[in-house]
């Protein structure tokens, strides 16, 4: 019998759950009691674990098997009833979703900082999903917090380290740990979604595709759905083997982090279809042949043909995007006589509409999209319903684009983002604008009115729960707009976000690049917002 130690504990400052989950340096997750007390926290904030079942699963990244074992060790000490975790601890993001929901287990820990940078000298993350395979809610993770500032103890049960490369179930004191295929059951639910045949013709008449797994968790994925089962030739999907230091790079799916892709779909012999997927597997890029689109437009692509894929036939409930997405998609929601919904950044705000089922789709301008298939963001999902868009209106990708801005005109976006800046200057800089948003309304910068500013706050139509200050929003005459925000994903200073948005509908307009169309909105948030006083930058580190 497996002995329960008890061990005694303080709490550890910066425990602070953020956009999703807890991100850390990976050393300061590694250092003693660090993951055993916000491990614990966790157990006592859901109400601990007696007769629960869990889900465990991971994007790969160092210090995913030694978190694993800790984390196992410590749900059996706490009266979990049974585990069920991805071999190697892989699942990525959404298949961890979709596990929780098909074994109709309690919730699930999800080992990951998605995007950020994986190894020794660099990120590690956790994060907490709920019975509906969704991301903790703000309650829940506000409870997280307040567990570990007044921590004293946690519980783990001394024995070996379990073998999590070998399918099957073992036993752990009185817990069941189940190790599971973590592709199998999301392959199958893909199925349900998506005409499979449709895809493998497509692929057949000589389509072809490159998809980056940047060596993260959906290689593993990409390789048996789209190599193995649709029949792309082997290779197409890139960096397949997921790495615990992702080959040095940000598993990033944007022009900057998946420059090898960018380069394969621009070249002359480009391919006809590209996509790169980040650590966990819950983001998506979509590129056609010397085409980049970006996730605002792909989302209300995505609404204006879901239609075109089986399990989307009967159409959608509505659409949601967090707030700071452009407004692409309402257009498209608009003209289907279907209902949108703007929401706060982070994919726990759509969790509500999805299960009351106001929405169908939802996407996030960070490039993330998905549907009520899982609670979160899906990668591949994303990828798969281009897929079978493409097979059966069977034109390239630039003239999809081409088509949807003739019809429903051309939201120009871009993010700026200004990373690692000082954090107390960078809210200072955020407060400044809050506090000026009153004298705004009816001001001239540019050439262009302001016509409301705020902060924005959310209500949710669902339980009616407010979250406030999601981020400052000066909107102008004419459609334009810029939103301000920092990061809650970061894990060194501050990230400020500059999200710019200006429509067009004149046909001859529609071909301008991105950052000449939005340069007098560009202009204007500088001189609003003052960011190189504040920053001391005097351009950004990364344009999506
Ligand atoms: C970023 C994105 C946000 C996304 C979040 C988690 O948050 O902007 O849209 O939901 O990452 O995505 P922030 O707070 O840094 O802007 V992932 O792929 O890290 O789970
Ligand atoms: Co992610």
Redesign the pocket.
């Known amino acids: 019998m497996e002995n329960i130690m008890v061990v005694p504990t303080t709490p550890i400052e910066g425990q602070q759950p953020?956009?999703?989950?807890l991100?850390k340096k990976t050393a300061e997750f590694m250092q003693p009691h660090f993951l055993n007390n916000f491990t614990q926290a966790t157990f006592k904030a859901v109400g601990g674990l007696t007769g629960k079942i869990l889900v465990l699963g991971g994007d790969g990244r160092y210090f995913n098997d030694k978190a694993a074992q800790i984390i196992l060790k410590m749900a059996a000490a706490n009266g979990l009833s049974r585990l069920i975790v991805g071999q190697d601890v892989l699942l990525s993001?959404p298949a961890a979703s979709n596990l929780i929901r098909q074994r109709k287990a309690d919730g699930g820990i999800i080992l990951?900082?998605?995007?950020?940078p994986g190894g020794p000298e660099e990120d590690f993350?956790m994060?907490y999903n709920m019975a509906n395979g969704g991301?903790a809610t703000e309650s829940v993770t506000d409870r997280i917090l307040e567990e570990t500032r007044t921590i004293n103890f946690y519980q783990i049960v001394e024995a070996p380290d379990l073998d999590l490369s070998k399918l099957g179930i073992q036993q752990l004191g009185q817990m069941i740990a189940e190790v599971v295929d973590p592709v199998r059951d999301y392959h199958s639910l893909m199925e349900t979604l998506f005409d499979f045949d449709a895809i493998r013709d497509l692929l057949a008449s000589g389509f072809s595709i490159t998809v980056d797994a940047m060596h993260a968790v959906t290689g593993p994925y990409a390789k048996a759905i789209l190599e193995k089962d649709l029949g792309a030739p082997t290779g197409s999907v890139l960096n397949a083997v997921p790495l615990s230091d992702f080959g040095k790079g940000h598993p990033?799916p944007n022009p900057v982090w998946a420059k090898e892709l960018m380069g394969i779909m621009f070249a002359d012999d480009a391919p006809d279809f590209g996509a790169a997927m980040?650590?966990?597997g819950?983001?998506n890029m979509i590129l056609g042949r010397s085409t980049y689109v970006t996730p605002s437009d792909s989302l209300a692509v995505l609404v204006a043909n879901a239609h075109f894929a089986p399990g989307y036939k009967g159409g959608l409930a509505g659409v949601a995007r967090?707030m700071?997405?452009s407004r692409a998609a309402d257009r498209v929601a608009e003209k289907l006589g279907i209902d949108a919904f703007e929401t706060p950044?982070?994919?726990k705000f759509f969790g509500n509409l999805l299960d009351a089922g106001k929405v169908t789709l939802c996407g996030?301008?960070?490039?993330?999209t998905g549907s009520d298939h899982v609670r979160?963001?899906d990668g591949l999902w994303a990828i798969l319903l281009w897929l079978n868009i493409l097979a059966v209106r069977k034109q390239p990708v630039a003239q999809i684009m081409e088509e949807h801005w003739a019809e429903y005109g051309r939201n120009f976006y871009s993010?700026h983002d200004y990373e690692g800046v000082d954090a107390a200057r960078a809210k200072e800089m955020i407060s400044a604008l809050s506090g000026s948003l009153d004298s705004l309304p009816g001001t001239k910068i540019e050439g262009l009115v302001i016509q409301a500013a705020d902060d924005f706050s959310y209500s949710d139509p669902v339980d009616q729960s407010v979250s406030p200050n999601q981020g400052v929003r000066i909107m102008f005459e004419g459609g334009a707009r810029i939103v301000f925000?920092?990061?809650?994903?970061?894990t060194v200073g501050a990230?400020l976000?500059v999200y710019l948005e200006r429509y067009e509908d004149s046909p001859e307009l529609l071909q301008q690049d991105p950052q000449v169309a939005l340069a007098p909105i560009i202009r204007a948030a500088e001189k609003i917002a003052q960011i190189q006083k504040y920053t001391g930058r005097d351009a950004p580190d990364v344009k999506t």
Request: proline residues 5%; without cysteine.
């Open positions: 953020g956009t999703s989950g991100r993001t990951s900082a998605s995007h950020n993350g994060k991301p990033d980040d650590g966990d819950d983001r967090s700071p997405t950044t982070g994919w996030e301008e960070s490039a993330g979160e963001k993010r925000r920092l990061s809650g994903t970061g990230t976000r």
